[in-house]
């Protein structure tokens, strides 16, 4: 039986970061935003590929890099391993790993922050040093985000795991060797962890189950630029034939379809125009099926695409899902827009147990959000139900009024000042500083689209 959770006014500390990483905004809402915003390169492709240089013999190059923090932390965790980065302050990004070394964990763990990043480096730095150190993880507090996939398929290479208390440490003192591996769930870092890992590796491995996100498939295209055998068929199995060197690899990455996304979120919730410059239309054909039904109108172009609304917004019912389905980074910034439809829209969330905390703080703004925190039945699923789920059922149309907000997560953040921008009246909005992980010049664009916002704090 499901219980009934009524999304209330208070923000929960439990969703949030822990900690407070500055700058808070005042928004005054009810304008559309209007105006054109650039997207760099996939922070989930990004700063895989940064992992990725670290199995090459040479000097890697890595272009549309977005300039966020997530990348940061990235860039710190491979300098504290002795590698150089260059960056070009254009978002160009020269890695250079011929001084790989091992570091103590105590500098790991003080350059790791908040990022999930560090989990990856351990298939590159067991090849390279026979041993790896990985903290405790963060990242955004969006469920239990457990590293068991990750563990497994390591020991499944031949890798020796020891938890101490300060974090994991790995070794393999007689080499990688490759695996035959079936992931219980299409999870996109465990897919990514294996890639890395089994292209050194020696020997073939087998993955089945594997994510098939468009970021994968781009993160296999650096490998192979480097010198990796991999092929995938259908059925989520991908083959890796493991190799002994790799080179470096010069490579622009993918678009970041979760940002162009938000925007077109954006536009939709203000009943603003936005285009999207460097979104494409193949990545993004599930997202675009939704924001049509959903009442929202776009034109593909060359160079982006431009987002508004088609006529009233419409209620939808959505399950987020692993690649070809919905993402579940679309569905926070959805739900904000679909407070405006009339009628009653239903958001299953299928991939993390508690990313739907984040629409108490929409409540507090007028909406009328009930959680479902085991899920709803419904005979029509196309996702199988998992025991995490959650569901949201929206009901609208109802105007939004400014409040006293704290930013929960990154997605949830980033909805936060987009509610913000379409209530009536001023809301604050705090602890901005986590939007930064994932949407870079976040600010700047802001400003590009016509909001009206001050930084006070
Ligand atoms: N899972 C496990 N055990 C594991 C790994 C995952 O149970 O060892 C579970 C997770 O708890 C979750 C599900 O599997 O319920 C899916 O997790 P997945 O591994 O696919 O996610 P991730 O690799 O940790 C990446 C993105 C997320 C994005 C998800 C889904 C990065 C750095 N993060 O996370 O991005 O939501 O894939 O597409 O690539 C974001 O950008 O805001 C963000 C959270």
New binding site residues.
């Given amino acids: 039986m499901n219980t009934l959770l009524s999304a209330s006014a208070t923000p929960n500390p439990g969703d949030g970061e822990g900690e407070l990483l500055g700058e808070v905004l005042s928004i005054r809402g009810g304008r559309p935003l209007t105006g054109r915003v650039d997207v760099k390169g996939a922070?989930?492709l990004a700063?895989k590929a940064m992992v990725a240089a670290l199995l090459g013999e040479d000097v890697s190059v890595l272009r549309d890099v977005p300039d966020i923090s997530d990348v940061q932390v990235v860039r710190s965790l491979l300098e504290v391993h002795g590698v150089t980065v260059e960056d070009d302050g254009e978002g160009v990004l020269r890695l250079d790993p011929r001084g790989a070394v091992s570091a103590h964990m105590e500098e790991i763990d003080a350059h790791a922050g908040a990022s999930?990043?560090p989990i990856l480096f351990c298939g590159p730095l067991l090849h390279l040093l026979g041993q790896a150190f990985i903290p405790d993880l963060g990242?955004?507090r969006?469920?239990?985000?457990?590293?068991?996939?990750?563990l497994d398929a390591l020991r499944a290479f031949g890798a020796i795991v020891e938890k101490l208390p300060s974090g994991i440490r790995l070794s393999a003192p007689g080499g990688l060797r490759g695996a035959d591996i079936e992931l219980p769930?299409p999870?996109?870092?465990?897919t990514e962890q294996v890639l890395l890992t089994a292209v050194r590796a020696k020997g073939t491995t087998e993955l089945r189950n594997a994510?098939i996100?468009p970021e994968i498939m781009d993160l296999i295209a650096v490998l192979q630029k480097m010198g990796a055998i991999i092929s995938y068929e259908p059925n989520r199995v991908i083959f890796i034939e493991g190799v002994d060197s790799l080179r470096g690899y010069d490579h622009r990455c993918i678009f970041d379809r979760?940002e162009a996304a938000s925007w077109a979120c954006a536009a939709l919730a203000t009943d603003g125009d936005i285009f999207v410059g460097g979104a494409k239309q193949q990545e993004m054909l599930t997202f675009l099926n939704v924001f049509r039904k959903a009442g929202g109108d776009f034109d593909i172009a060359e160079d982006g695409i431009r987002f508004r609304r088609g006529g009233a917004l419409r209620p939808v019912v959505v399950e987020t899902d692993v690649h070809p389905g919905f993402?579940?980074?679309w569905q926070q910034p959805l739900i904000v827009a679909l407070t405006q439809a009339e009628g009653e829209s239903i958001v299953h969330e299928t991939?993390?147990?508690n990313r739907l905390g984040f629409t108490r703080a929409l409540v507090q703004m007028g909406a009328d959000i009930v959680v479902h925190p085991e899920g709803i039945a419904s005979s029509d699923r196309r996702v199988p139900r998992r025991a995490?789920e959650q569901a949201a059922v929206i009901k609208g149309a109802t105007p939004l009024h400014g409040a006293d907000v704290v930013v929960p997560d990154?997605?949830g953040g980033y909805s936060y000042v987009i509610a913000a921008l379409a209530a009536e009246g001023q809301s604050t909005v705090r602890n901005i500083g986590i939007i930064r992980r994932?949407y870079e010049k976040f600010l700047d664009k802001l400003a590009a689209v016509g909001a009206d916002f001050d930084v006070i704090g």
């Fill in positions: 922070k989930n700063t999930r990043i990242g955004c969006i469920g239990d985000r457990p590293i068991d996939f990750h769930y999870s996109v870092g465990a994510a996100e979760n993402m579940t980074d991939v993390y147990e995490l990154l997605r994932g």
